[in-house]
């Protein structure tokens, strides 16, 4: 490979990582609860991508494969020696890459106390757009399974809000 193969191959990964970059972070925070192991499997998600050099053939593709890779590579951080041995903050942090909205803030933290098969399914439903037959082929399970999942987290999220929800969504934003 010369050098013009490289610069082109190196900007190639540079766009992907700018149009994903933000996905992939919310995605690790809401599956991990802290910033510190979010922002080390967002390195992780990326360096796969760039050590494979994996090529996509449309952004959908591009999207799913990172939100596979993500979640797996967040499972993987939670079945660590390493954090089954420290102490959690259970307090969220200063700063997050979502918006600094109070109520945003409140339905995030809200989210994150939630079982992690209701955080992810309500993440991707709500945040990414997915449909449930999208979600259903991403995480491989039943759509029907997905559906009840959606309403009991909704169910429960609505709970921990207080009621503060309108047709099924948060009040003045979103999740």
Request: hydrophobic letters at 35%; one cysteine or more; glycine letters at 2%.
């Amino acid at each position: 490979m010369d050098n013009h193969d490289l610069t082109r191959t190196d900007s190639k990964f540079a766009e992907v990582y700018e149009r994903n970059m933000d996905m992939v972070y919310r995605l690790c925070f809401v599956l991990l609860k802290n910033t510190a192991d979010a922002d080390d499997a967002v390195q992780s998600v990326f360096l796969k991508l760039f050590k494979h050099n994996k090529t996509f053939y449309e952004r959908e593709h591009e999207k799913a494969w990172l939100i596979v890779t993500t979640k797996n590579t967040c499972k993987d951080v939670l079945k660590s020696w390493w954090r089954s041995r420290r102490v959690d903050i259970d307090a969220l942090p200063e700063k997050t890459y979502w918006d600094h909205d109070e109520q945003q803030r409140d339905i995030l933290e809200k989210l994150l106390r939630l079982p992690e098969k209701y955080r992810t399914v309500l993440y991707l439903y709500y945040v990414e757009d997915y449909s449930v037959k999208e979600i259903a082929k991403l995480l491989d399970r039943k759509e029907s399974t997905l559906q009840t999942q959606l309403s009991k987290g909704r169910s429960r999220l609505k709970i921990e809000l207080g009621g503060k929800y309108r047709d099924g969504k948060p009040i003045q934003g979103s999740i």
